[in-house]
């Protein structure tokens, strides 16, 4: 081969150059997108062992790249995790680049870093108080509040035993004007005396005070032999009081700053920086320093261009037709719009969360759909899916809590995201999802977790107590409570109109189908790993229905059809499954003693993607998203759409009662009289799963359960349809079925026409529970 | 049942083909659950065009699994009728899974012509290489009367495919699992019995001494194991014990007991020692000799003691407890080809187990244990946890004398099936024995000790030997002539065991059934769990629709072991077959009426560039989610595991892919892959405006194009 002359070579670099950006954008979206000035998100630091499970990520160069600098705050510890210069942060994991189990983690050169270890001292010690190193501080020691755009700078407050703090973060340059260090701003309210850590200075022996920084420069060897490096500290204050009283020293391999005790508010700014051994930092601090209460009331949008699109009215000869609300793909963030949840702001405009942290605005919802513009209204939430509006303020539900987000200046955007409550407890697990946000009545929120699954799919990684459960959060924020435990993936709830919870759940450990349940104060839902109970349990409290795999291999939410719209379907419950990409009518019935029974039939409609969460409108539609995450048949990346009702008849079973004699359906439609009492217009299958720790179950057929598998067919028991008849308003069937019994799974397939002629064919899915004698 | 075979024994050749089931429930307890009258399948009766010939019958029936068939130009399409045109009637009911509207369809050429009920639903004549679709009917639930009559062209190449189609399903060839018969059928019972007869010449090694002219059934090949070095493999009471009654060892032993001689315990033991002398062909397991050990884990040496915790390991992750046990686990519910393995310590010399654990049909090219490709030290862990469990013994001998055991080796003739050195004595050729009715009554046919004379002893029943004379009666000599790939791999089913693994037509797999049996093991989760849970990603694929799934020559190169396994993930192993890959691989293609493999796809790049991308997450399916591409790892495997589909072309044949790509769950109902297409054949997906038989038409396109369209 011929060696590439020295014209080549420039050639070959520019299309070596130009190449990669092209490839990139197109085979790597998570790494194309502007996340916006912070990303929240779980971050490893430059040891594995030192993660922020609740982190801001704030970029400091180019943040379209989020290259060159950025840091990491722990909204939990209250501390800067880590800081880089020279790097980017790497997009690992579920949300970005799908891989199961790695995490983002900061690259490049380490400006500093920190123990994962509270960030401020308590009662002179920075030992962890927390009974488990999971979630936030205790409130006496300190607490996260939230963070603000000021533009593209952002702010973070917190407050700590009493003092509000407010910080912002920037890159200091050295002499050659490389980015060398990192710049922390601080405006402490008054209060006490705080001593924080600024860095880890591992093997450090002490320092001496360099000249040159306003307050001075006071630098910090490292043992010699241990790496080479020099660790400066430099610190700069001004304020009303000046600097008295702040200095810096070394406290067990730390360096820690001390905060004075202050009657009014100190500003400071200090600066990081790790540089080898022998070179000069020579950190230049900006010549005026920041106020950063002015910097909490709103910023100038970052995002003003309105993207319009126009939606496409379904078509058919339905009951339903399915329209959409065309999303703005292809716009100029590269933003990845994979909608996981919604609510409506008013009639016509709605807002939803994208997996990667954006919640847009889109209004113009009406009959048409032709005239729909959308805005980019938040960025960087950590994996936000689940959203609810209250009182015109949207709250996001993700993996790190529950926020509020607030529009302070009314110019269209966030400037604020406010923490609600963030005392879930999370892991860096990569299956441990933040799913939904309902409300209740008395306005108390509703969410629920995954369990940290292992990559592969089976078993879990470290539990803790929140994983795999449904909480609940008060009114006001301010306190959080377990209410059903033993879930495996609970990818969507429901809150009904008479504050029914509800919850599906997918096959896996401990799961052996997909499983609709209704929760109540400590109901287990069976995933024994996140039972949370001193002793394991043996047995689990039961779901409404189980699903097999070919109605719903990974669930979706809960709707209640409200009691004015769709007829014969109004005040009903609808299941969504993710996996299947359809809606699904929940017939029940009940017991002398509360417990519900039921049975799901499909609603024929097709969506372009999977069904995670849905909504029905101001104008009696119900309203859908969904994105392709993870396992599922959706065909399109996400999609928002409306399913809407036409005139013409359902043509379905809306009721099901099961007796001890047989089944009772219900149709929406008078039925033909001769197609609905021929028995065989029916066909009844029964079968059983094993509850185990295996991941899912086969079918096991109750006669006979030591058939532990039929390859390539069902593994059922057949019942057989004795007679058929039909009511006298043509509307129920009565079907008599030798051999009825308690079983997990039921299906009843019917094949009947209407009395206008239609066909109506179809399936119901159910589970028997209890079975009385039919009193007619 | 009628006829002089035995219900166990024609059991046993239904079991062989994947059979008799109850419509309703199949059970695995081969004892308890196997209801007689209603077998699957239907009674398939081949006429030649112009009547009986020499060396044909008019007519034989056999059991078809299918209404399908390919009979190759200038081939039989029964072993007992000549080539030529012939007429191909198949019979039985077909189960309607419930009331619909039904439509058939004929794919082939020749005239054919179908009923149901009494009522034609589909005639055909000519060439159709593409299906004809007769009027839809409805059907109502239950089992109907089914009647197919189809008259292959003059050449006698026939070429016949039934499939079906109802509201409910898409085009499909009708499964077996919907079809049944009546056992009982004379035509039937008649034309089993005449294969029974047929396969026990070939596995009593008949032909050794009655040599049979021309020879085409594979099965004539079979001899016994090579004597070579057997005293280095086999310990000499072991060898005595079987040599004394082999039957007493193993019930369905096919070495005869030796003839009536004087001093019968002396001839054992002379026998014996003869055998045992045999020594010096034998190769340590390690030496190099048998190929190199892939996992390199040799270095203990050829010495090294196997684990036997190990070796129970591989005992469930292989699945040799579905054909093999110990006292402890008994033969209750066993499948036909059960052995118990208490005598296995006393059999085998040290290391000798292992040794043949690694090439198992190193003296036996015909020997039904499969060859796993153990690795030594999977071969001495095994031999190490059989040894642990293996509590039989036999009783010791006396030493024998060598050179005595020789001359009696001699005059018993064992040379005609052991290649130990002396050429096989013929005796009265086939065809002489057959023209000779009273001859089926004497040696080795007779009924008592006294009328066989120095014949050999096969303990073979009444059924037995009714069905060896009715195989001498009904042409059989000229039926070893021929050989019919489907019918053979109806027996290699049965011979080879495949339904220890597999299930075919619904019968679930002895490894299925007797995965309980680890309990004992107390193994952790992999293979079986104990409570019986089934990991549903290590199940073998079934075989019902192999011959309609896979192209001939891959069938072919797979079974050979020239290609490795597309599902790496199996603990499993698919065994080696390279003498019987051809015929296997045939019999499948053309049971299910398959002539050829599909010609090379004329690859469209712009379809393929279409196809690339919908399989992607982003504007795709997301195959990649769960399939490696060309060796490209499954983005986010979670849990069950696709095929690399760069493995696809090379495997599928068209049809079934689309039938798979177009409703999976039609196909395997515990199948993890997504449905893509709606009822109406759409997917949302924009290419082809959402038309989803064309958007995996144009993935089949890109699949074509091979890792160079990567």
């Given at each position: 081969?011929?060696?590439?002359?020295?014209?080549?070579?420039?050639?070959?670099?520019?299309?070596?150059?130009?190449?990669?950006?092209?490839?990139?954008?197109?085979?790597?979206?998570?790494?194309?997108?502007?996340?916006?000035?912070?990303?929240?998100?779980?971050?490893?630091?430059?040891?594995?062992?030192?993660?922020?499970?609740?982190?801001?990520?704030?970029?400091?160069?180019?943040?379209?790249?989020?290259?060159?600098?950025?840091?990491?705050?722990?909204?939990?510890?209250?501390?800067?995790?880590?800081?880089?210069?020279?790097?980017?942060?790497?997009?690992?994991?579920?949300?970005?680049?799908?891989?199961?189990?790695?995490?983002?983690?900061?690259?490049?050169?380490?400006?500093?870093?920190?123990?994962?270890?509270?960030?401020?001292?308590?009662?002179?010690?920075?030992?962890?108080?927390?009974?488990?190193?999971?979630?936030?501080?205790?409130?006496?020691?300190?607490?996260?509040?939230?963070?603000?755009?000021?533009?593209?700078?952002?702010?973070?407050?917190?407050?700590?035993?009493?003092?509000?703090?407010?910080?912002?973060?920037?890159?200091?340059?050295?002499?050659?004007?490389?980015?060398?260090?990192?710049?922390?701003?601080?405006?402490?309210?008054?209060?006490?005396?705080?001593?924080?850590?600024?860095?880890?200075?591992?093997?450090?022996?002490?320092?001496?005070?360099?000249?040159?920084?306003?307050?001075?420069?006071?630098?910090?060897?490292?043992?010699?032999?241990?790496?080479?490096?020099?660790?400066?500290?430099?610190?700069?204050?001004?304020?009303?009081?000046?600097?008295?009283?702040?200095?810096?020293?070394?406290?067990?391999?730390?360096?820690?700053?001390?905060?004075?005790?202050?009657?009014?508010?100190?500003?400071?700014?200090?600066?990081?920086?790790?540089?080898?051994?022998?070179?000069?930092?020579?950190?230049?601090?900006?010549?005026?320093?920041?106020?950063?209460?002015?910097?909490?009331?709103?910023?100038?949008?970052?995002?003003?261009?309105?993207?319009?699109?126009?939606?496409?009215?379904?078509?058919?000869?339905?009951?339903?037709?399915?329209?959409?609300?065309?999303?703005?793909?292809?716009?100029?963030?590269?933003?990845?719009?994979?909608?996981?949840?919604?609510?409506?702001?008013?009639?016509?405009?709605?807002?939803?969360?994208?997996?990667?942290?954006?919640?847009?605005?889109?209004?113009?919802?009406?009959?048409?759909?032709?005239?729909?513009?959308?805005?980019?209204?938040?960025?960087?939430?950590?994996?936000?899916?689940?959203?609810?509006?209250?009182?015109?303020?949207?709250?996001?539900?993700?993996?790190?809590?529950?926020?509020?987000?607030?529009?302070?200046?009314?110019?269209?955007?966030?400037?604020?995201?406010?923490?609600?409550?963030?005392?879930?407890?999370?892991?860096?697990?990569?299956?441990?999802?933040?799913?939904?946000?309902?409300?209740?009545?008395?306005?108390?929120?509703?969410?629920?977790?995954?369990?940290?699954?292992?990559?592969?799919?089976?078993?879990?990684?470290?539990?803790?107590?929140?994983?795999?459960?449904?909480?609940?959060?008060?009114?006001?924020?301010?306190?959080?409570?377990?209410?059903?435990?033993?879930?495996?993936?609970?990818?969507?709830?429901?809150?009904?109109?008479?504050?029914?919870?509800?919850?599906?759940?997918?096959?896996?450990?401990?799961?052996?189908?997909?499983?609709?349940?209704?929760?109540?104060?400590?109901?287990?839902?069976?995933?024994?790993?996140?039972?949370?109970?001193?002793?394991?349990?043996?047995?689990?409290?039961?779901?409404?229905?189980?699903?097999?795999?070919?109605?719903?291999?990974?669930?979706?939410?809960?709707?209640?059809?409200?009691?004015?719209?769709?007829?014969?379907?109004?005040?009903?419950?609808?299941?969504?499954?993710?996996?299947?990409?359809?809606?699904?009518?929940?017939?029940?019935?009940?017991?002398?003693?509360?417990?519900?029974?039921?049975?799901?039939?499909?609603?024929?409609?097709?969506?372009?993607?999977?069904?995670?969460?849905?909504?029905?409108?101001?104008?009696?539609?119900?309203?859908?998203?969904?994105?392709?995450?993870?396992?599922?048949?959706?065909?399109?990346?996400?999609?928002?759409?409306?399913?809407?009702?036409?005139?013409?008849?359902?043509?379905?079973?809306?009721?099901?009662?099961?007796?001890?004699?047989?089944?009772?359906?219900?149709?929406?439609?008078?039925?033909?009289?001769?197609?609905?009492?021929?028995?065989?217009?029916?066909?009844?299958?029964?079968?059983?799963?094993?509850?185990?720790?295996?991941?899912?179950?086969?079918?096991?057929?109750?006669?006979?359960?030591?058939?532990?598998?039929k390859?390539g067919e069902?593994?059922?028991?057949e019942?057989?349809?004795?007679?058929?008849?039909?009511?006298?308003?043509?509307?129920?069937?009565?079907?008599?079925?030798?051999?009825?019994?308690?079983?997990?799974?039921?299906?009843?397939?019917?094949?009947?026409?209407?009395?206008?002629?239609?066909?109506?064919?179809?399936?119901?899915?159910?589970?028997?529970?209890?079975?009385?004698?039919?009193?007619? | 049942m009628t006829g002089a075979v035995s219900r166990s024994r024609l059991r046993a050749l239904a079991l062989a083909s994947g059979a008799v089931l109850a419509i309703a429930a199949v059970h695995l307890d081969v004892e308890a659950g196997v209801p007689p009258e209603v077998a699957s399948g239907l009674a398939l009766t081949i006429e030649p065009l112009g009547g009986a010939k020499p060396g044909s019958l008019a007519s034989d029936t056999r059991r078809a699994r299918l209404l399908a068939l390919h009979v190759p130009?200038?081939e039989a399409p029964t072993p007992f009728t000549r080539p030529g045109a012939f007429r191909a009637t198949w019979r039985g009911a077909l189960e309607i899974p419930a009331?619909?509207?039904y439509?058939f369809a004929f794919q082939g050429?020749g005239r054919f012509r179908l009923e149901i009920d009494g009522a034609v639903v589909l005639e055909a004549?000519?060439?159709?290489?593409?299906?004809?679709?007769g009027?839809?009917v409805?059907l109502r639930k239950g089992a109907r009367q089914l009647v197919a009559v189809y008259e292959a062209p003059?050449?006698g190449q026939g070429d016949v495919r039934v499939l079906w189609?109802?509201?409910?399903?898409?085009?499909e060839p009708i499964p077996p699992t919907a079809f049944a018969h009546d056992p009982a059928d004379p035509a039937l019972v008649a034309g089993e019995l005449r294969r029974a007869g047929r396969m026990l010449f070939a596995t009593r090694?008949?032909?050794?001494?009655?040599?049979?002219?021309?020879?085409a059934m594979?099965e004539?090949?079979?001899?016994?194991?090579?004597?070579?070095?057997?005293?280095?493999?086999?310990?000499?009471?072991?060898?005595?014990?079987?040599?004394?009654?082999?039957?007493?060892?193993?019930?369905d032993?096919?070495?005869?007991?030796?003839?009536?001689?004087?001093?019968?315990?002396?001839?054992?033991?002379?026998?014996?020692?003869?055998?045992?002398?045999?020594?010096?062909?034998?190769?340590?397991?390690?030496?190099?000799?048998?190929?190199?050990?892939?996992?390199?884990?040799?270095?203990?040496?050829?010495?090294?003691?196997?684990?036997?915790?190990?070796?129970?390991?591989?005992?469930?992750?292989?699945?040799?407890?579905?054909?093999?046990?110990?006292?402890?686990?008994?033969?209750?519910?066993?499948p036909p080809t059960?052995?118990?393995?208490?005598?296995?310590?006393?059999?085998?010399?040290?290391?000798?187990?292992?040794?043949?654990?690694?090439?198992?049909?190193?003296?036996?090219?015909?020997?039904?244990?499969?060859?796993?490709?153990?690795?030594?030290?999977?071969?001495?862990?095994?031999?190490?946890?059989?040894?642990?469990?293996?509590?039989?013994?036999?009783?010791?001998?006396?030493?024998?004398?060598?050179?005595?055991?020789?001359?009696?080796?001699?005059?018993?003739?064992?040379?005609?099936?052991?290649?130990?050195?002396?050429?096989?004595?013929?005796?009265?050729?086939?065809?002489?024995?057959c023209?000779?009715p009273?001859?089926l009554t004497?040696?080795?046919l007779?009924?008592?000790?006294?009328?066989?004379?120095?014949?050999?002893?096969?303990?073979l029943t009444d059924d037995e030997r009714a069905a060896l004379r009715a195989f001498a009666a009904d042409e059989g000599v000229a039926s070893l002539g021929r050989a019919v790939a489907i019918e053979v791999l109806d027996r290699q089913l049965d011979e080879r065991a495949c339904v220890?693994?597999?299930q075919v037509d619904g019968q679930t797999?002895?490894?299925?059934?007797?995965?309980?049996?680890?309990?004992?093991?107390?193994?952790?989760?992999?293979?079986?769990?104990?409570?019986?849970?089934?990991?549903?990603?290590?199940?073998?694929?079934a075989l019902t629709q192999i011959g309609d799934?896979?192209?001939?020559?891959?069938?072919?190169?797979?079974?050979?072991?020239?290609?490795?396994?597309?599902?790496?993930?199996?603990?499993?192993?698919?065994?080696?077959?390279?003498?019987?890959?051809?015929v296997i691989?045939t019999g499948f293609a053309h049971a299910h009426g398959h002539?050829?493999?599909?010609?090379?796809?004329?690859?469209?790049?712009?379809?393929?560039?279409?196809?690339?991308?919908?399989?992607?997450?982003?504007?795709?399916?997301?195959?990649?989610?769960?399939?490696?591409?060309?060796?490209?790892?499954?983005?986010?495997?979670?849990?069950?595991?696709?095929?690399?589909?760069?493995?696809?072309?090379?495997?599928?044949?068209?049809?079934?892919?689309?039938?798979?790509?177009?409703?999976?769950?039609?196909?395997?109902?515990?199948?993890?892959?997504?449905?893509?297409?709606?009822?109406?054949?759409?997917?949302?997906?924009?290419?082809?405006?959402?038309?989803?038989?064309?958007?995996?038409?144009?993935?089949?396109?890109?699949?074509?194009?091979?890792?160079?369209?990567?």
């Amino acid at each position: 081969m011929r060696r590439p002359t020295p014209l080549h070579r420039s050639l070959l670099a520019v299309v070596a150059a130009a190449a990669p950006v092209l490839a990139q954008d197109a085979q790597k979206p998570w790494d194309a997108m502007d996340y916006g000035p912070c990303l929240c998100t779980t971050v490893e630091g430059f040891s594995g062992d030192n993660v922020a499970l609740k982190g801001r990520v704030i970029f400091l160069g180019d943040r379209a790249r989020r290259d060159s600098a950025g840091v990491v705050f722990d909204s939990e510890l209250l501390r800067v995790a880590a800081a880089w210069s020279d790097g980017h942060l790497e997009l690992r994991g579920t949300p970005f680049d799908g891989a199961h189990g790695p995490i983002p983690r900061a690259t490049g050169a380490r400006v500093s870093e920190t123990r994962q270890l509270p960030g401020y001292a308590f009662a002179g010690s920075f030992a962890d108080p927390r009974p488990l190193p999971h979630g936030p501080l205790p409130r006496e020691h300190g607490r996260f509040l939230g963070h603000w755009f000021a533009g593209d700078r952002v702010v973070i407050g917190y407050e700590v035993q009493g003092r509000r703090v407010l910080e912002t973060f920037d890159s200091m340059r050295g002499a050659g004007g490389a980015v060398v260090g990192l710049q922390r701003t601080f405006e402490v309210s008054p209060g006490p005396e705080l001593r924080t850590v600024l860095l880890d200075a591992p093997g450090a022996t002490g320092g001496q005070s360099l000249a040159g920084g306003r307050l001075g420069v006071i630098a910090f060897w490292t043992a010699p032999g241990d790496g080479g490096g020099r660790f400066v500290t430099e610190v700069e204050a001004c304020g009303a009081d000046g600097s008295e009283g702040l200095g810096v020293q070394v406290v067990d391999g730390r360096v820690v700053l001390t905060i004075p005790a202050r009657e009014s508010t100190l500003r400071f700014e200090v600066g990081c920086s790790t540089v080898p051994s022998g070179g000069s930092p020579e950190l230049q601090f900006d010549d005026a320093m920041l106020a950063l209460e002015p910097l909490t009331h709103g910023g100038p949008r970052r995002y003003p261009e309105t993207l319009r699109t126009v939606g496409r009215l379904g078509s058919g000869d339905g009951p339903f037709v399915v329209d959409t609300v065309t999303v703005p793909s292809d716009n100029p963030w590269k933003s990845r719009l994979r909608f996981g949840a919604f609510d409506f702001l008013d009639a016509d405009t709605a807002a939803l969360s994208t997996w990667n942290g954006d919640v847009w605005l889109v209004d113009g919802i009406d009959a048409d759909l032709d005239q729909l513009t959308w805005t980019r209204f938040c960025t960087g939430l950590h994996d936000p899916l689940g959203l609810k509006v209250v009182d015109g303020v949207i709250y996001t539900h993700g993996r790190d809590g529950i926020h509020r987000l607030h529009d302070l200046n009314g110019d269209g955007e966030c400037d604020f995201v406010e923490v609600f409550n963030n005392d879930v407890l999370i892991t860096k697990g990569f299956h441990e999802f933040a799913f939904d946000l309902q409300t209740d009545a008395d306005g108390n929120f509703y969410f629920s977790k995954g369990g940290p699954v292992n990559p592969g799919g089976r078993g879990f990684q470290k539990i803790v107590p929140h994983h795999g459960t449904l909480m609940r959060v008060s009114k006001d924020g301010s306190r959080l409570d377990v209410v059903m435990t033993g879930l495996r993936a609970p990818n969507g709830i429901g809150v009904g109109p008479h504050g029914e919870i509800t919850v599906g759940d997918n096959q896996g450990t401990w799961t052996p189908a997909c499983r609709l349940s209704l929760a109540t104060n400590g109901t287990f839902c069976g995933c024994v790993d996140t039972a949370h109970m001193e002793a394991a349990p043996t047995t689990y409290d039961q779901p409404i229905c189980w699903l097999p795999m070919s109605v719903d291999n990974s669930s979706g939410g809960q709707v209640w059809v409200p009691e004015q719209h769709w007829g014969p379907l109004a005040g009903q419950l609808l299941h969504q499954s993710y996996g299947q990409c359809n809606v699904y009518l929940v017939m029940r019935q009940q017991d002398w003693r509360g417990i519900t029974q039921g049975g799901v039939v499909r609603l024929p409609a097709d969506f372009a993607s999977s069904q995670m969460r849905a909504r029905f409108g101001a104008d009696g539609n119900l309203y859908t998203v969904g994105f392709k995450g993870w396992q599922t048949r959706a065909a399109r990346d996400t999609a928002f759409q409306r399913m809407r009702r036409t005139e013409r008849p359902l043509h379905l079973p809306v009721g099901l009662a099961v007796y001890t004699e047989g089944i009772e359906l219900t149709f929406s439609d008078v039925l033909d009289r001769e197609a609905a009492e021929d028995p065989e217009s029916y066909g009844v299958q029964v079968w059983n799963y094993l509850w185990c720790e295996a991941y899912g179950s086969p079918e096991y057929r109750p006669s006979d359960p030591s058939i532990v598998v039929k390859e390539g067919e069902p593994n059922r028991d057949e019942l057989r349809v004795t007679s058929a008849s039909l009511s006298a308003d043509g509307r129920t069937v009565f079907l008599a079925v030798d051999g009825m019994q308690t079983c997990m799974q039921m299906r009843i397939g019917y094949d009947v026409e209407a009395a206008d002629g239609a066909l109506v064919q179809g399936e119901v899915h159910n589970t028997i529970h209890f079975l009385g004698p039919r009193r007619r | 049942m009628t006829g002089a075979v035995s219900r166990s024994r024609l059991r046993a050749l239904a079991l062989a083909s994947g059979a008799v089931l109850a419509i309703a429930a199949v059970h695995l307890d081969v004892e308890a659950g196997v209801p007689p009258e209603v077998a699957s399948g239907l009674a398939l009766t081949i006429e030649p065009l112009g009547g009986a010939k020499p060396g044909s019958l008019a007519s034989d029936t056999r059991r078809a699994r299918l209404l399908a068939l390919h009979v190759p130009r200038r081939e039989a399409p029964t072993p007992f009728t000549r080539p030529g045109a012939f007429r191909a009637t198949w019979r039985g009911a077909l189960e309607i899974p419930a009331r619909d509207d039904y439509t058939f369809a004929f794919q082939g050429s020749g005239r054919f012509r179908l009923e149901i009920d009494g009522a034609v639903v589909l005639e055909a004549q000519g060439r159709h290489d593409e299906p004809l679709a007769g009027a839809a009917v409805r059907l109502r639930k239950g089992a109907r009367q089914l009647v197919a009559v189809y008259e292959a062209p003059l050449s006698g190449q026939g070429d016949v495919r039934v499939l079906w189609s109802s509201r409910r399903f898409g085009s499909e060839p009708i499964p077996p699992t919907a079809f049944a018969h009546d056992p009982a059928d004379p035509a039937l019972v008649a034309g089993e019995l005449r294969r029974a007869g047929r396969m026990l010449f070939a596995t009593r090694r008949c032909g050794s001494c009655h040599a049979p002219g021309a020879a085409a059934m594979p099965e004539l090949a079979m001899r016994g194991p090579d004597l070579a070095g057997a005293g280095d493999r086999l310990e000499s009471a072991w060898l005595a014990a079987w040599i004394r009654a082999p039957r007493a060892l193993r019930p369905d032993a096919r070495m005869p007991h030796i003839a009536a001689v004087d001093d019968p315990d002396g001839a054992v033991r002379d026998l014996a020692a003869f055998v045992a002398a045999q020594r010096g062909a034998a190769a340590p397991v390690g030496d190099g000799a048998e190929g190199d050990d892939a996992e390199g884990d040799d270095a203990e040496g050829d010495d090294a003691e196997g684990d036997a915790r190990a070796g129970a390991r591989v005992w469930a992750d292989l699945g040799c407890f579905a054909c093999h046990g110990f006292a402890d686990d008994g033969p209750a519910g066993a499948p036909p080809t059960w052995r118990s393995l208490d005598l296995a310590g006393a059999k085998f010399r040290p290391g000798a187990m292992a040794r043949f654990l690694r090439e198992p049909a190193r003296h036996d090219p015909f020997i039904r244990m499969p060859d796993l490709a153990l690795s030594d030290t999977e071969a001495r862990d095994l031999e190490a946890f059989v040894r642990s469990r293996s509590a039989g013994s036999v009783p010791a001998v006396a030493p024998g004398d060598p050179a005595r055991g020789a001359q009696r080796y001699a005059e018993l003739g064992c040379a005609s099936c052991h290649a130990v050195p002396a050429p096989a004595p013929v005796q009265r050729d086939l065809a002489s024995l057959c023209a000779d009715p009273g001859a089926l009554t004497r040696g080795c046919l007779a009924a008592d000790a006294g009328a066989r004379g120095s014949a050999p002893d096969f303990g073979l029943t009444d059924d037995e030997r009714a069905a060896l004379r009715a195989f001498a009666a009904d042409e059989g000599v000229a039926s070893l002539g021929r050989a019919v790939a489907i019918e053979v791999l109806d027996r290699q089913l049965d011979e080879r065991a495949c339904v220890a693994c597999h299930q075919v037509d619904g019968q679930t797999s002895w490894w299925l059934a007797r995965a309980g049996r680890l309990e004992s093991l107390e193994l952790p989760e992999r293979a079986a769990r104990a409570d019986g849970h089934v990991e549903v990603a290590q199940l073998r694929p079934a075989l019902t629709q192999i011959g309609d799934k896979l192209r001939r020559d891959w069938t072919a190169g797979f079974v050979a072991g020239r290609i490795e396994s597309p599902r790496p993930w199996l603990h499993a192993r698919m065994p080696r077959l390279p003498g019987l890959a051809d015929v296997i691989a045939t019999g499948f293609a053309h049971a299910h009426g398959h002539a050829a493999d599909p010609e090379p796809v004329a690859v469209d790049p712009a379809r393929a560039a279409v196809g690339r991308g919908l399989i992607e997450q982003q504007g795709g399916f997301g195959c990649v989610t769960c399939h490696a591409v060309f060796g490209r790892q499954p983005a986010a495997l979670f849990e069950v595991q696709g095929i690399d589909l760069g493995r696809v072309a090379e495997r599928l044949r068209p049809a079934w892919y689309r039938r798979w790509m177009l409703d999976p769950e039609r196909i395997e109902p515990a199948a993890k892959m997504p449905r893509f297409a709606t009822d109406a054949g759409r997917t949302a997906l924009e290419p082809f405006d959402g038309d989803a038989a064309a958007q995996f038409d144009a993935i089949w396109h890109w699949l074509h194009a091979g890792a160079g369209g990567r």
